[in-house]
């Protein structure tokens, strides 16, 4: 009981668990302003921002090409208020790099860990209410819909819950190898990775799974061949397999229902929207000038772009005008509109994931153009090649786990995700202090 009355009090004392609190509450708006303010002061405060080099690198790059983007925007005007948008949508990233410069690694992981002791709290009452109503324990079975209520503190919204929790898991599990893991972090991570599963998001089941793949192939097994594998390496390595396996087992259908996403994703003829988006960003670049510099910032099919559309919104805010650019009036809003919601398109329900056009490789791509491409992507090899070169197993994990999610969508534009993405990308730095 000790124990857990010392848990307590460290937990909500920790201005890294209330940080990722504020990041995970309902209203992103005011999340993104919240952390914006506190990194204000912070900044108001003596002590300079440390921020490590592969932060440096991924931001910065992502950064630069979003610089690329607002001077093509001056190019092509459309609305200052969709750049106004686009800015607000990154300014997350920002303040979440001047907020974790000052923390360190006690101080993340403590947070991180309180963090998933609150969400699996939230999770576990969540759950007993829907069993206690469908008199079940198999809820996804009686309502197609109990992942969306399986939404820990951003209550209805449960996607960045599950990336969240995934993308914690993926460092913990890996950080256990470093020089500062302990067995500990390998629970947490299992725990991690267990809740994330509750909101029923499976496109960040499959980059997971991916990612722990993508690692344990990376390392293990080249340790394997070396004959430099050590007892702990291989019992993880069996403990990923089976907890694969179990994780598989308690999925059940809704691995059907990936694997056919998948295949939908292969049908070029008759596409989801995002395989659409796809084309759609070739003939941009094939019958205009966009190729080198884009569109210009929130023009396309950026988050930002689509907030200002009209077909975002189930109603329009109030504080966000509809200026959709020329742009996506050509060649995004006859492919992706209300009005397409309730039909079937590209073999599934017009309001899936994968007929959203969000894709952030996508974005910068199109609203950034190629310069502004070659620098995201530039910073993603460099850190990929240091995790390997440094053997940084967390931070791989991080950074595969990152670049496939932001495939399924413009999650940066989220605090819940920068924040947390920042933080472990910071915490894995240290191993290579």
Known sequence: MRWLTQFLSEGLRSRTFLLLFVAHSPNRYLATILLVLVAVLQLTKPGKVNICYTQAALWGGFLLAQAIGLGSFVAHFSSFNNATWAVFNYLPIVAALILCSALSLNEIESGLK???????????????????????????????????????????????????????SVYFIFSSFGANGSKQHLLYGALSAFFSTFPGMMSSVAVFVFSISAVVIIFTFREFIFLRASKWNIIVALLIVCGGSGLAFFLGGNLKYMLKIFTLMTEFNNPPIKVLMVQKVAELFTTSDYLVFGTGVGNFTSRAAAMVSGQYFKAQPFFISITPSIEMQRYVLPYWNHGMYDQIVGGSIGNSMINEPFNTHLSVLSECGVLGFCAWVSGNVYCFVKAITTENRSLMAVLIFNFGILFTNDWLAYASFSLTSVMLMKASAYEMA
Do not use: W
């Open 114 to 168: 309180f963090f998933i002791a609150a969400e699996a709290a939230i999770l576990i009452m969540q759950y007993s209410v829907l069993m206690a109503k469908y008199k079940t324990p198999f809820v996804f079975s009686a309502y197609s819909g109990a992942g969306d209520v399986l939404s820990g503190s951003l209550m209805g919204f449960s996607s960045p819950l599950a990336i969240s929790l995934a993308m914690i």
